[in-house]
């Protein structure tokens, strides 16, 4: 069987801005790629104004998962990984003041976010409900238009899929698009899950190249934790939701502080390892990084950012409690975890908008169990077998932002996910893969079917669930 699209651990794990990996991190790579087709055709320094028409969800949740800052940003020609978080708020704010647009950091265009950005509610395109089109204007009456579909995880899928993902093309040297094809390659090569990652991720770059990569993945997911279990306040957007971590970190450490993430880590260590203890961090870890998410913080997308939280908190917690804290098993950790995320991918969705939330921190959650069970010397069905347990615990689980923001109920979930891949590992740890009845391909399967069988409501729109019962005053998009 021909692989449906060969993905690399880096497009599982992509280092961005929150908070949302397909109504931000996607919308901001598309308005990347027209800039880059604009390039490629010759029109951009013919570009006088732009167009951004947002459909389905990317209109509905769009102002409250910063779509519109996501696309203006993008056409300025930054990138995600690398723009100074710190400075969001006042590029932004100078687009909206001068009414004008630096494209591509080049050729400044009349610009106004509130006329040229259009939230078409009403509307949605039937490849995906994450799309949206851009429009360059130029002088006498041209105008030329492309439109993409953000697919989740910050995936991004050009109309027609041309000129998809370059690496679909590459062969690996263990094709994998299902469990059982995982498992094939381990049973014949005798490999781990992380060593046959591995030897696919060698098809792209050697293997120092992909350990300092991953590490680089690790080091941002820490940063982003210390940061938000360090900082207090108010999230934005309206709800006033209050940064909880801050307050669990102070108390579990009994006010005291720490100004570097060492110093922190071997604290949170030397207090012990007290089951309600560890419970706390584990919450508190997690809580953290997707606070930071839904302050518009630098997170990693893992494999999206409104489940950014859970695979960092079970890390850490087999870093700080379960003596995990090498660079070789925080990578294999990280790869086996990346492999469960694109069999998800693969064989169902990673986005919410198609699948709920069963597709963001069902699958994170997933991820995170296989990536502990292999590491604590799980075989690779028992690895395999976490994963299943864990989704199977998640189907059907809904996506109702309120008020469109990555904030209720996305936040606690995280902590939720977290603490259900910790206890699938420990099941996985002590069953006997032969009793199963239940395995990991019938339930992508399943969570797909699912996926198709829910509602709209219940996709990321904001239409239902939580979001149409707890009353907000916001401003409309």
Known sequence: MTPRESISVFDIFKIGVGPSSSH???PWKAALLFID??????????????????YGSLAKTGKGHGTDIAV???LCGEYPETFDVELISSRISDIKTRNKLLLAGIQEIDFSPEKDILFLKNESLSFHPNGLTFRALLPHGEAYE???FSVGGGFVVKENNDGGNPKAAISLQFPIDSADDLLHWCRKTGLSIAEVVMENENCWRDEEETGKGVMRIWQTM???MYRGCNKGGELPGGLHVARRAFALNKKLLKGRTYAD?????????DGG???????DWVSCFALGVNEENASFGRVVTAPTNGAAGVIPAVLQYYIVFLDGNTEEKIINFLLTASEIGCIFKKGATLSAAMGGCQAEIGVSSAMAAAGLTECLGGTQRQALMAAEITMEHHLGLTC??????VQIPCIERNTMGAVKAITASQLALQSNPDLAKVSLDTVVKTMWDTALDMNTKYKETADGGLAVHIPVNLPEC
């Open 261 to 269: 993430y060492n110093s922190w880590i071997a604290a949170i260590r």
């Open 222 to 224: 820490r940063d982003c």
């Open 72 to 74: 203006q940003l993008g």
């Open 24 to 26: 931000t991190l996607g």
């Open 37 to 54: 087709w604009l390039k490629q055709n010759d029109y951009l320094h013919r570009v006088t104004r732009m167009e951004i028409l947002l």
């Open 146 to 148: 492309q439109t993409y």
């Open 273 to 279: 390892k007290d089951f309600a203890y560890i419970l």
């Open 400 to 405: 109702d932002p309120v008020a469109g923001l």
